[in-house]
C-alpha cells in the first residue's frame, strides 16, 4: 500500500470527524481522533484501471470522490462508504471518471466538490522538470476540463521564483464563506527557503487564495513547515504540507507529512496543525521571503 494511500486514510478520518464540528463557528475547541481503517484490496480493478494512488478526498449528497496521481491515467472514482457506528464497515469504490488532459500532463493531488456550482474542483502538482505547471481546475461530468484559473506567476514551472518539482499544489479547500479555494503548496519555493530538514530550518510555505468570480489569487499568507520528525536511515526524506480545511475564516487545520526512509512502513509521521492567519502577512506580492520581512501565520497543535 502506497504512502499515498495513507494519506488517503488519514485525510478521510480527519475530514469526517471534523465535518461533524466545523460547521458551528463559535466552536472553540476540536479535537479530532482515530476511529478506524478499511484495507481496500491492491488489485481492485474498476473499469479497467487499478485503484491506488489516491491522493484527495471529499464528500458530498452521500457520495465520496477521490482522486488519483496516476499521469498517465489522470482519474476520479466515486464511492461508498459505509460507517455504522463510526467504524468503517465497507468501501465500494463504483465508477470511475477519466479526464481528458487538455493540458498534456495531470498529477492530480487534491479534489473538492463544490455544490453551489455543481462542479469537482481539482489541482495539478504539474511536472516542474519539464516545464509543466500545476494548475487549478474544474471537470465536467465527461472529464472535460472547464474552468482553469490563474495561478500566482510564482507558481509557474519557469518561474524566476523556483517552485519545486513534485512539491507545488497538493492542498486545496473551499473557503469558509464559500467564495473561492484556498491552495495549498507542499514545499517552499526555491526563492522562499529550503526544503525542511530534520535539524530545524526556516521554510514557509504559501496558502494562496483563489477568488471564484475574478477566477484569480487575490491573497496568501506563508506558515513555516515543521522539521523532518525521523532522521532517516536512508537517502530520502520529506516533510511538506498534504491537505488543509478552513473550518473557521483565516483559521485552518492543515495535515502535514513526514516521511524518512530506513524505516520500513513506519517511515511516515502525520501531524495536524492549527493555523491561524489572520495576523499573517499578505505575501502574495513577496518575490522571496528570505530576503523580506513577513508575519507568518501561527502554528501550534490541535
Not at 98 to 104: A, E
Not at 268 to 280: G, Q
Request: hydrophobic residues 35%; proline residues 4%.
Amino acid at each position: 500500500m502506497s504512502n499515498l494511500f495513507y494519506r488517503f486514510l488519514f485525510t478521510f478520518f480527519c475530514l469526517s470527524i471534523f465535518s461533524c464540528k466545523s460547521s458551528d463557528s463559535k466552536q472553540k475547541n476540536l479535537s479530532v481522533k482515530f476511529l478506524s481503517e478499511f484495507i481496500v484490496p491492491d488489485n481492485l480493478l474498476i473499469d479497467g484501471t487499478l485503484v491506488g494512488g489516491l491522493s484527495g478526498i471529499d464528500f458530498y449528497n452521500n457520495q465520496y470522490y477521490l482522486v488519483c496521481d496516476d499521469s498517465k491515467t489522470p482519474r476520479v472514482y466515486f464511492a461508498t462508504i459505509d460507517i455504522p457506528d463510526t467504524i468503517i464497515s465497507n468501501i465500494s469504490i463504483d465508477s470511475v471518471l477519466i479526464l481528458k488532459d487538455s493540458l498534456h500532463f495531470l498529477d492530480l493531488e487534491s479534489i473538492r466538490y463544490n455544490s453551489q456550482l455543481n462542479e469537482i474542483i481539482l489541482t495539478s502538482e504539474g511536472h516542474i522538470n519539464t516545464k509543466k505547471s500545476p494548475s487549478l481546475f474544474s471537470i465536467n461530468e465527461r472529464g472535460n476540463l472547464m474552468n482553469l484559473f490563474q495561478l500566482p506567476i510564482s507558481f509557474h514551472a519557469e518561474s524566476n521564483q523556483m517552485p519545486r518539482h513534485n512539491g507545488t499544489l497538493e492542498g486545496l479547500t473551499i473557503s469558509y464563506d464559500k467564495s473561492g479555494y484556498w491552495l495549498g503548496m507542499e514545499l517552499p519555493l526555491k526563492s522562499d527557503g529550503p526544503e525542511p530538514k530534520f535539524e530545524e530550518t526556516k521554510s514557509p510555505v504559501r496558502i494562496t487564495y483563489i477568488d471564484d468570480k475574478t477566477e484569480k489569487a487575490e491573497k496568501q499568507f506563508s506558515y513555516f513547515l515543521d522539521p523532518i520528525a525521523k532522521n532517516p536511515n536512508g537517502k530520502f526524506a520529506v516533510n511538506g504540507l498534504t491537505d488543509l480545511i478552513e473550518y473557521k475564516k483565516d483559521v485552518f487545520m492543515v495535515i502535514e507529512r513526514s516521511y524518512s526512509s530506513g524505516y520500513g512502513n513506519q517511515g511516515n509521521t502525520i501531524k495536524l496543525f492549527r493555523v491561524d492567519s489572520r495576523k499573517a502577512s499578505n505575501t502574495l506580492g513577496k518575490s522571496s521571503l528570505k530576503d523580506s520581512k513577513f508575519t507568518p501565520a501561527k502554528r501550534s497543535f490541535f
